[in-house]
């Protein structure tokens, strides 16, 4: 079961990446709206997209991020429009989310 949740995790995120998710700029703060959210749970956020301006970034989640909220509350983010807050750092090419707070 657990390598299933992992297997559409990875196919997700593919998704998303070719859904014109953008990795192009250095690490630094986003802030912008929040387009999707994975998860396999309320709690265990693998990754989400925010949208910045005219960009969309693609933002990976791991057990050294820090949430100034319940990570559940990025869904209510993305049914509201309020912004998020989110720095960020870069690892194999890949955006991590270091903190993540209302926007």
Do not use: I, N, W
Request: proline residues 5%; aromatic residues 4%; negative net charge.
């Amino acid at each position: 079961m657990r390598k299933l949740a992992g297997a559409v995790a990875a196919l997700s995120v593919a998704v998303a990446c070719s859904g014109g998710a953008s990795q192009d700029d250095a690490p630094g703060p986003v802030t912008g709206v929040v387009l999707e959210v994975r998860a396999t749970s309320l709690t265990d956020v693998s990754s989400f997209v925010v949208k910045d301006g005219s960009r969309r970034v693609l933002v990976r989640v791991d057990d050294d991020t820090e949430f100034a909220f319940p990570p559940a509350h990025l869904a209510e983010h993305k049914a509201s429009g309020e912004p998020v807050r989110v720095e960020l750092s870069r690892r194999d090419g890949r955006l991590y989310a270091t903190s993540v707070a209302d926007g």
